[in-house]
């Protein structure tokens, strides 16, 4: 089975723009959990999905939002992109949401 | 809240030797535990979890973790260090408090030399 997919792997913006990024997740799964990581702050939890419904919500502010769509597949976006706002950002999916999460190749922001 | 800590920031091992990544947690309840590991420019891969039964859990690559519920740990242990096995692991707890989201420690770099 294909692993998990996100889009794009890079990504360069402005502050005050607004990014969308992209999770394909394995074959199956309709769970969908994306996370924040950075160096000051490590990894944190942002928001998850199952079967297009949000489930839980990190402590992040209303800029950053996302959605599932119904072949599972999941976008996040930030709007008015702050600097603080770089990071790698990585989707996971699971079966379900209590089941084991895997985790994609991420995609890296860079906010300027 | 559920959360884990890793007290290592960084561990250097010989190849060949055995190695240890510790982990302890806080929660209440039963844990559920996660290690993963994290290569440069790479996502995290799962290794191993323990949701209940044996307190040796065995899990992928020859790494296995030990869970001590007296002493509140969860360490990562591998008999032999390969020169690959370099990386970034993490410890994470379910956090039940925010549905299914895995809490994840600060991380440990591992380090084996030749």
């Known amino acids: 089975k294909a692993g998990v997919t996100q889009t794009p792997r890079y990504l360069i913006k402005t502050r005050g723009q607004q990014v969308t990024l992209s999770c394909s997740p394995i074959?199956?799964?309709?769970?969908v959990s994306w996370y924040q990581q950075t160096p000051g702050q490590g990894l944190q939890f942002l928001f998850e999905?199952?079967?297009?419904?949000?489930?839980n919500k990190g402590n992040f502010p209303g800029r950053f939002s996302g959605r599932q769509f119904s072949n599972s597949r999941s976008e996040m976006n930030v709007s008015t992109l702050e600097l603080g706002d770089s990071a790698l950002y990585l989707c996971?999916?699971?079966?379900?949401?209590?089941?084991?999460?895997?985790f994609g190749p991420g995609t890296r922001l860079l906010v300027l | 809240a559920q959360s884990v800590a890793q007290p290592e920031d960084q561990v250097n091992v010989a190849e060949g030797n055995p190695l240890t990544v510790k982990c302890t947690y806080s929660?209440?309840?039963?844990?559920?535990l996660f290690w993963y590991v994290q290569y440069p420019n790479r996502g995290l891969q799962f290794l191993l979890k323990?949701?209940?039964?044996?307190?040796l859990v065995k899990g992928s690559y020859g790494f296995e973790a030990e869970f001590n519920k007296s002493q509140t740990s969860f360490h990562l242990k591998k008999p032999s260090a390969l020169v690959s096995d370099s990386a970034l692991y993490f410890c994470?707890?379910?956090?039940?408090?925010?549905?299914?989201?895995?809490?994840f420690g600060k991380g440990t770099s591992l380090l084996v030399t030749p």
């Open positions: 996971a999916s699971s079966l379900t949401s209590a089941e084991t999460q895997y």
């Open positions: 074959s199956g799964h309709r769970s």
């Open positions: 999905y199952f079967s297009e419904t949000q489930r």
């Open positions: 929660v209440s309840g039963n844990p559920y």
């Open positions: 323990y949701i209940t039964g044996d307190n």
């Open positions: 994470a707890v379910r956090d039940f408090n925010s549905g299914y989201a895995l809490n």
